[in-house]
């Protein structure tokens, strides 16, 4: 029983894996700032919704007062395609023309979450980001320079922004999402070893006391057949005493 409990563990966890969307901006060592442009990074898997909405969520809070920059629920972007990897969020820029006023809030604990809007389960949470902070900032320089508006693109087309995210030194980030990543693939072989343990043990218990009630059993008879032997010789000697 305990194996196949095991077994069924280990193939969820697994399934888990193959369809779980990483995160790798914003992360722990992510600095955004209240206009932006502010990056949004992500590698999904076969399986994952064809498109998400994008919320931003701070630390102890339900709900924010509706802004410019988006209404009391966080979300701010809808229908993003899931291969598309990358949203670039500029909430100063949300028409596309110069600073619009629109501001962030700002602080610490803040977290993006990806919701499902293309697929089974629409509505959920499918996946949440590392908390990272919102530093205030004075003006969009983006939209100063007619720049970047929030937009969704693919790694290779918006590697060219990626070091005005305030996000910090690229290399920093690309360490820090290689080190994420590394820490969920060794966690999930170390959850999956663990299960296989726990099975081999099950089996071997069971094992152990199948053989230990085989032993009992087997001595059980041969204390029987001992018994009935004692007792028949003493019948017989009885036998010889009485004819002698």
């Known amino acids: 029983m305990l194996s196949r409990i095991a077994v069924v563990c280990a193939l969820a966890l697994l399934a888990t894996l193959s369809s779980a969307i990483v995160v790798t901006e914003p992360n722990s060592v992510t600095l955004w700032t209240s206009t932006g442009p502010n990056q ?5 898997q076969t399986g994952d919704p064809s498109t998400i909405s994008l919320r931003v969520i701070p630390h102890n809070v339900s709900t924010y007062t509706p802004s410019q920059a988006f209404p009391a629920d966080g979300v701010f972007a809808s229908g993003v395609a899931i291969d598309a990897h ?15 006023g629109a501001r962030l809030p700002t602080g610490s604990g803040f977290k993006v979450q990806f919701i499902n809007t293309g697929g089974t389960g629409n ?9 990272f902070r919102i530093e205030p900032a004075d003006s969009a320089t983006a939209c100063d320079t007619g720049g970047l508006t929030s937009v969704e693109g693919s790694p290779t087309a918006m590697s060219a922004i990626a070091g005005s995210t305030g996000s910090g030194a690229s290399g920093s980030l690309s360490a820090s999402a290689h080190s994420n990543t590394a820490a969920i693939v060794g966690g999930t072989i170390a959850g999956v070893l663990a299960l296989l343990i726990i099975a081999g043990v099950g089996v071997w218990l069971r ?9 009992t059993i087997a001595y059980s008879l041969r204390l029987q057949d001992r018994m009935h032997l004692t007792a028949g010789g003493g019948k017989a000697r009885q036998a010889e005493q009485g004819v002698a």
Do not use: H, Q
């Open 40 to 44: 949004i990074a992500w590698r999904n």
């Open 207 to 215: 094992k152990r006391r199948r053989d230990t009630r085989r032993e």
């Open 123 to 131: 509505g959920t949470v499918i996946a949440t980001s590392n908390m």
């Open 86 to 100: 990358i949203y670039v969020f500029t909430p100063a820029c949300l028409d596309g023309v110069s600073d619009t």
